[in-house]
């Protein structure tokens, strides 16, 4: 084993309350503990485990990656949606806030089609289901869900 002999499990249990500190202050409050279990899952993941010599820098730079990865994962889901939004003739995004934008991005794809459709687009349901060829009910239904969600989160 490296240097310190430490299995993955202790590695953790030694180091996760920092490792979750360090997380938070990458991608904040609400994605800090998620970071760290996706960066743990891939620790465990990999081959060579006895070969890292120092585990606690080898957390921190897993977590440092797991960020980077996802910053660019978001940055580039961001930009087709700026695309897609060109695309369709809109002129201008709507002026949004951040915690707005967040909030959105956690409905299920069909309530962001219908959220998005409903409130950017100025559509009523009935015309969302013909261009989503849904159910208008569904539409109803789909808003509804989208709503409460949106409320919870940006009035918590």
């Not at 490792?19 to 060579?48: E, I, S």
């Not at 939004?85 to 915690?99: F, I, Y």
Request: hydrophobic share 45%; with cysteine; charged share 25%.
């Amino acid at each position: 084993m490296g240097m310190t002999a430490l299995s993955r499990a202790e590695a953790y249990e030694k180091y996760s309350d920092e490792l979750v500190r360090f997380a938070t202050g990458l991608v904040g409050p609400t994605n800090g503990p998620d970071l760290v279990a996706t960066a743990m899952v891939n620790v465990l993941a990999m081959q060579r485990w006895e070969e890292v010599e120092n585990p606690r820098a080898y957390l921190y730079r897993t977590i440092l990656n797991e960020a980077k990865r996802n910053h660019r994962k978001t940055m580039r889901r961001r930009a087709g949606e700026i695309r897609a939004a060109a695309h369709l003739g809109a002129s201008s995004l709507p002026d949004l806030h951040p915690e707005v934008l967040e909030a959105v991005s956690t409905l299920s794809f069909r309530q962001r089609a219908v959220v998005f459709l409903a409130y950017w687009e100025d559509l009523r349901p009935a015309e969302i289901a013909r261009r989503l060829e849904i159910g208008e009910s569904t539409v109803h239904r789909h808003l509804a869900r989208a709503e409460v969600c949106l409320r919870r989160m940006l009035h918590a």
